[in-house]
């Protein structure tokens, strides 16, 4: 089973102060982790995935993501905010193993209130 | 860019009635799924779809529910017979092979009454 822990349901950052949206996650095998990101009344739109090789990952939009096996975690990291970058933020999970399926589990969404 | 594109935005039924809900992938995908997301809550899986069959399908996945891809293009979820928890924004992905990232629609949202 694969499941997906995001422990804010708010992130509340003022513009230009760094930001962490964190995330933890289950997998029996090798994980498969992705974030992405939800703006009002849109489809969910792909940030950035880590499968394996460099543990800090970069993405779209200025954001990255530190994958650290230990913790089992793949927090997300901006330097400096926009308020545009107010949104919904989910993180993901898939299964590597090669009998697992290719369903994503996603956590329950943080929302990232950027003020002004 | 290409994008998954899904019709139509938004879907008002009737309780007990039939739904069909409309997505195109990107063309050169392989994979294509179905997710929903009733409102305030997480996106769930439904149904991943590979090679003209069904590889995967969750609990919510019941025989209420059903998928096609009657055409080189289009990829269809069926609701037999709709509920009133049947609610919620429903959307289509697609990705070029299990690794790769999954692009999602804009979503279909359905209600009803």
């Known amino acids: 089973a694969q499941s997906v822990a995001q422990p804010e349901d708010q992130v509340n950052v003022a513009e230009g102060n760094p930001l962490t949206v964190k995330c933890t996650y289950s997998v029996s095998g090798n994980p498969y982790l992705f974030w992405y990101v939800q703006y009002p009344n849109r489809g969910l739109q792909f940030l950035l995935k880590?499968?394996?090789?460099?543990?800090l990952v970069k993405g779209s939009y200025g954001f990255e993501a530190e994958f650290n096996k230990s913790q089992t975690s793949f927090h997300l990291k901006k330097p400096s905010a926009l308020v545009s970058d107010s949104a919904l933020y989910f993180c993901g999970v898939r299964d590597m193993n090669n009998n697992a399926g290719n369903m994503l589990t996603f956590g329950g969404g943080t929302r990232l209130m950027v003020k002004p | 860019e290409p994008e998954v594109t899904q019709t139509p935005s938004h879907q008002v039924t009737q309780m007990g009635q039939e739904v069909i809900l409309r997505c195109v992938p990107i063309s050169n995908h392989l994979y294509f799924y179905w997710y929903r997301q009733i409102l305030g809550q997480k996106v769930e899986f439904l149904v991943s779809f590979y090679n003209n069959e069904i590889s995967e399908k969750s609990e919510i996945f019941d025989d209420q529910f059903s998928v096609e891809r009657p055409d080189g293009s289009n990829f269809t979820l069926k609701i037999r017979s709709t509920k009133l928890e049947d609610s919620a924004m429903y959307f289509c992905a697609s990705s070029g092979g299990r690794s790769n990232e999954q692009f999602f629609g804009p979503g279909t949202r359905l209600t009803v009454l």
């Open positions: 880590y499968i394996t090789g460099d543990n």
